[in-house]
């Protein structure tokens, strides 16, 4: 669950930036190396309380709960079939 | 829970903003202003799923044990009392 989330933001990032590619065109390496630290960095302490808060529960009994909320929450399993308990703690 | 959850993003975006200032700084207005853009539709993508899930479920008994649990995950009532669930809601 963790890894899809990351993946999730990650191809999120990577979409907008392509979409802004025109206005950043101007833009030295460098410059483009930093907006998307920027952005990764942005996504990363989004997701940061998320991560810590399932990682801090794992192996306790509610821990599924939260981990099948999560899922539905940010629509992770819209394009997978059933997982099993070792999957979904990925 | 909604409104929370875009305000601690916004104040995310805006802090890393601000902590990229050196390195945006030879930017033109126009430029700083597309990097702003595009930060603030990264988090909007990354937290859609979660805000329109909590939306279809509105009025679902099961509504309020995904609000608990994304107000959890997010870590977003580490500076507030109880609140009432018209609270909660928002």
Known sequence: TIVSLREKAESIIQAELKKSTSTLKNLTPSQKQSIQNLTLSISDKILNDPILFLKKKADRPSLNTYLDVTRKL??????????????RLK
């Open 74 to 87: 940010f629509n992770l399993d819209h394009n997978n079939g059933n997982m099993d308990n070792e999957d």
